[in-house]
């Protein structure tokens, strides 16, 4: 596949920055399950590509998708996370989230099917592992208000799971923003 100079291409559905303009989530490109069309999601991935995204993150169970990305040139890791499972992977989505942003400094979307709590919940426990938020209530509160959705009981059990005492004291807030200067005019 590749992004012809008609496609103009589509944002994902429920795109919602989590670090600006570094890490995204959305729902799976082209749409989950019976809903999804190939069309949508040849679109969805030009826009990606087009908007500077270098990396993709899959935490769905099935390979779909994943071809797609690597023709467009795409970094594509699959970190395949059954429904209600995700607890038992924090650690591992941590270290391939820190190596695509924070070793490589690559623009990363990240995806499952949907927007769902678990999903939204990990974002949340990563923002804690970063230290960029404090403790779990402005964990939660802070990922609610990025991707206008409640969490639910599974969401904030994942971001229970993360200690803030050792997540502040690890990561210097730099290393996730690094210092940049303004383009003079």
């Known amino acids: 596949m590749e992004c012809v100079l008609a496609m103009i291409g589509l944002e994902p559905r429920s795109l919602s920055w989590i670090i600006p303009h570094r890490l ?66 924090l650690s591992v989505i941590f270290e391939v989230l820190d190596s695509l942003l924070r070793v490589q400094e690559k623009k990363t979307l990240a995806h499952c099917d949907d927007i769902d709590d678990q999903l939204v919940g990990m974002f949340g426990a990563y923002l804690l592992h970063l230290g960029l938020v404090e403790d779990h209530p402005q964990a939660v509160a802070t990922i609610e208000a990025l991707t206008y959705r409640p ?11 993360v200690s803030p005492k050792a997540a502040v004291s690890r990561v210097p807030r730099e290393s996730v923003f ?8």
């Open 178 to 185: 690094p210092k940049t200067t303004p383009p003079q005019l």
């Open 151 to 161: 969490l639910g009981p599974e969401g904030r059990a994942l971001i229970q799971s």
């Open 24 to 89: 995204a989530i959305a729902e799976r490109p082209g749409g989950a399950g019976r809903a999804h069309r190939r069309i949508r999601r040849e679109e969805e991935i030009c826009w990606l590509s087009k908007n500077g995204f270098e990396a993709i993150i899959s935490f769905r169970v099935s390979p779909h998708n994943l071809d797609a990305y690597e023709q467009l040139g795409l970094n594509v890791v699959h970190v395949p996370v059954g429904a209600g499972k995700a607890i038992r992977h």
